[in-house]
C-alpha cells in the first residue's frame, strides 16, 4: 500500500498545484490529512476541491484551524473525503484510527476514555494513528524557542499502550519532516510538502 500524507498546507504554503501533481506521479492508495490545511477555516474549497477530484480517498481530521462541523461537511460533500476523527477506517486491508483538533493542551482524559472503549479493535502493529498535535517528548514536538517539549502526553500513553504501526501527525512547524520512534513505532510528520509512505509485507514501512 502506498500513502500519500501531508499536513499543515494552511492554504498556500505549497501551492495546491504543486501537491497536485506530486500526487498524481507518486499514485497513491490512499492520501491522509493531518489537520490545518486552512487558515482559520478560510480556504476550505480551493484545497479540497482538487484532491477530490484526483478520485483517491482522502482521510481528513482537523487541526487547530478548521472545527469537527466543517471536517463533517467537507466528508458529506465531497465523495472521496473521510472523515477520520474518533473513527475506525479500513482501507486496501489497513486500519487507520484518527483524533484530530488541539492546540497546545498536553493532556486529554476524553480521549483516552475514547481509546478505551475501542481497545478490543487496536491490535499491537495493526494500525495507523493519524492526529493533529504532535507526541510529547519526541524530536517532533520539540519547541526550540521555549527550549520545551510541548507535545500531548495523551498519545503518548496511547502509543505506549496500544503499539500502533505508524504515527502521523502535525501541527508544530518545527516538527516538519522530522522522525523518531516510541517501542517499535514510527512518528512522522510529513509537513506540507507531503511525504510517501509504503507500507510493505512484514510490516516493513518506507518513506520518501
Same mark, same amino acid.
Not at 84 to 92: A, K, M, Q, T
Not at 186 to 199: D, E, V
Given at each position: 500500500m502506498k500513502i500519500f500524507a501531508f499536513?499543515?498546507? $494552511?492554504?498556500? /504554503? @505549497?501551492?495546491?498545484?504543486?501537491?497536485?501533481? /506530486?500526487i498524481q506521479k507518486a499514485q497513491p492508495?490512499?492520501?491522509? =490529512? =493531518?489537520? &490545518? +490545511?486552512?487558515i482559520f477555516g478560510k480556504g476550505v474549497h480551493?484545497?479540497? /476541491?482538487?484532491?477530490?477530484?484526483?478520485g483517491i480517498p482522502l482521510l481528513l481530521i482537523h487541526g487547530n484551524h478548521e472545527s469537527l462541523? %466543517? @471536517?463533517?461537511?467537507?466528508?458529506? #460533500?465531497?465523495?472521496h473525503v473521510i472523515n477520520? $476523527? %474518533? /473513527?475506525?477506517?479500513?482501507?486496501?486491508g489497513v486500519? !487507520? +484510527?484518527? $483524533?484530530?483538533?488541539?492546540? +497546545?493542551?498536553?493532556? &486529554? *482524559?476524553?480521549f483516552l476514555k475514547l481509546a478505551t472503549r475501542l481497545? #478490543?479493535? !487496536?491490535? *499491537?502493529h495493526q494500525f495507523i494513528f493519524v492526529c493533529h498535535m504532535p507526541v510529547y517528548n519526541t524530536s517532533l514536538d520539540y519547541l526550540p524557542w521555549m527550549s520545551a517539549h510541548r507535545g500531548n502526553k495523551s498519545y503518548r500513553a496511547f502509543i505506549e499502550k496500544y503499539l500502533p504501526r505508524l504515527v502521523l501527525c502535525g501541527h508544530f512547524h518545527e516538527g516538519e519532516g522530522k522522525q523518531d520512534i516510541i517501542m517499535g513505532t514510527?512518528?512522522?510528520? *510529513?509537513? *506540507?510538502?507531503? #511525504?510517501? @509512505? #509504503?507500507?510493505e509485507i512484514k510490516n516493513k514501512i518506507k518513506t520518501t
Open positions: 499536513t499543515d498546507l $494552511h492554504i498556500n /504554503r @505549497i501551492p495546491i498545484q504543486h501537491l497536485v501533481l /506530486r492508495d490512499v492520501l491522509i =490529512c =493531518c489537520g &490545518d +490545511f486552512t480551493t484545497v479540497i /476541491r482538487p484532491l477530490n477530484d484526483l462541523e %466543517e @471536517i463533517t461537511t467537507i466528508a458529506q #460533500k465531497y465523495t477520520l $476523527h %474518533e /473513527r475506525i477506517v479500513h482501507l486496501h486500519t !487507520f +484510527f484518527g $483524533h484530530g483538533g488541539g492546540g +497546545f493542551v498536553q493532556t &486529554d *482524559p476524553v481497545q #478490543k479493535q !487496536f491490535q *499491537p514510527p512518528l512522522l510528520n *510529513p509537513g *506540507p510538502a507531503g #511525504k510517501i @509512505i #509504503k507500507i
